[in-house]
């Protein structure tokens, strides 16, 4: 599903925090593929560039509020330098790829950490870590003389008129002084009259617009989570049967994500139907792929076997193509495959019947 992602540099020098919005998964255990399109080696691993794709786990990854941060090291940031935009790609476990995006990659300082080869180099390492030098001591300058105070002047009086005197005993002019405090009250007034802010205004313009409000009627949408929670919370509980037709009805209407976090309580309560669509998650052989889960061929295996031994023929025959090819991990078994393949024929499986016929004799 589509994400947005924004990247800000640190003021340490190969560092940055990668925000991630519109994703509802828990911070523990992401993971982040990172894609660039110059050159033969396109995806980022911990030690340089390859040609597959790799899966990186961040030191530190946290959530504030809706947004998911990403504290990106020099292992990432060094080896970015140059690069314009990224294809980002994010991993939840047990559950596979949970957002996609190209995002743009900003101009920042590396560590020097990293170097030109795509591994870490040792040595600027430890010169990082050598202790400062000892600062240097200015050599003493020559005192200036002490400071000598200058010599008194003389005392100057002068002689006061006595109208003068007299005048200033017989108290301030009350006329003056009213008016003047009438100048300065009006121009305070003013003053503020002109400068004067709208509190409102001020939260308007330090505060982010709060999001649009939803439409008269229409309710706030609800992750994939939720609505997951709300259904394995009635009551009574819905058992694996219910739980394998409602993972079906998500499936149906095209909401993976929910499907599989219904499948999976289903599967380990037993259901066989459950263990067998939850295999087709992680099969190399599912066309098209589910919801952008990675393949894993032995999981797939784990959960179709589970079935195959109940003796569901569907999941006897799944096994037996994955034996026979192998894949995403897996490495092929041609004796095994043929074992269960035999016996989902024997069950008048006409596809397993088929692929029994093209196994090498």
Not at 275 to 294: I, K, S, V, W
């Amino acid at each position: 599903m589509a994400i947005r992602a924004s990247i800000e540099a640190l003021p340490e020098p190969g560092h940055a925090v990668l925000r991630v919005s519109d994703l509802d998964a828990m911070p523990e255990g992401l993971a982040l593929s990172i894609q660039r399109q110059q050159g033969p080696d396109t995806h980022l691993a911990d030690d340089g560039w390859r040609r597959t794709e790799a899966w990186l786990i961040p030191d530190e990854v946290g959530r504030h509020g809706d947004v998911l941060e990403f504290h990106l090291g020099p292992e990432i940031c060094d080896r970015l330098a140059g690069i314009a935009t990224i294809r980002l790609r994010v991993k939840e476990p047990d559950i596979g790829v949970v957002g996609t995006t190209v995002v743009a990659w900003p101009t920042m300082l590396t560590s020097g950490a990293a170097g030109s080869s795509g591994t870490y180099d040792d040595t600027v390492r430890l010169r990082r870590m050598q202790p400062a030098a000892a600062p240097v001591e200015p050599e003493p300058e020559s005192l200036p003389p002490p400071f000598e105070p200058p010599p008194p002047a003389p005392e100057l009086r002068a002689a006061r008129d006595p109208e003068l005197v007299v005048s200033r005993r017989a108290g301030p002019n009350w006329a003056i002084v009213v008016i003047l405090l009438l100048i300065v009250g009006g121009a305070a007034y003013a003053a503020y009259d002109y400068f004067k802010i709208n509190p409102q205004d001020v939260i308007a313009s330090v505060m982010p617009p709060k999001p649009p409000a939803p439409a008269s009627g229409e309710p706030p949408k609800k992750s994939v989570r939720d609505t997951v929670a709300e259904y394995l919370a009635t009551k009574p509980p819905p058992n694996p049967e219910a739980m394998l037709a409602k993972g079906r009805e998500f499936l149906k209407a095209g909401d993976t994500a929910s499907a599989f976090l219904v499948f999976r309580p289903a599967a380990e309560a037993g259901n066989t139907g459950a263990q067998l669509e939850l295999g087709t998650f992680y099969d190399p052989l599912t066309q098209p792929a589910r919801g952008g889960f990675t393949p894993e061929g032995a999981r797939a295996a784990d959960w179709y076997e589970r079935a195959a031994l109940a003796g569901v023929a569907e999941a006897q025959r799944k096994l037996g193509l994955l034996l026979a090819k192998g894949g995403a991990g897996l490495a092929a078994d041609t004796a095994k495959a043929k074992t269960w393949l035999q016996q989902a024929a024997a069950q008048n499986d006409a596809d397993a019947k088929k692929a029994l016929d093209a196994l090498p004799k």
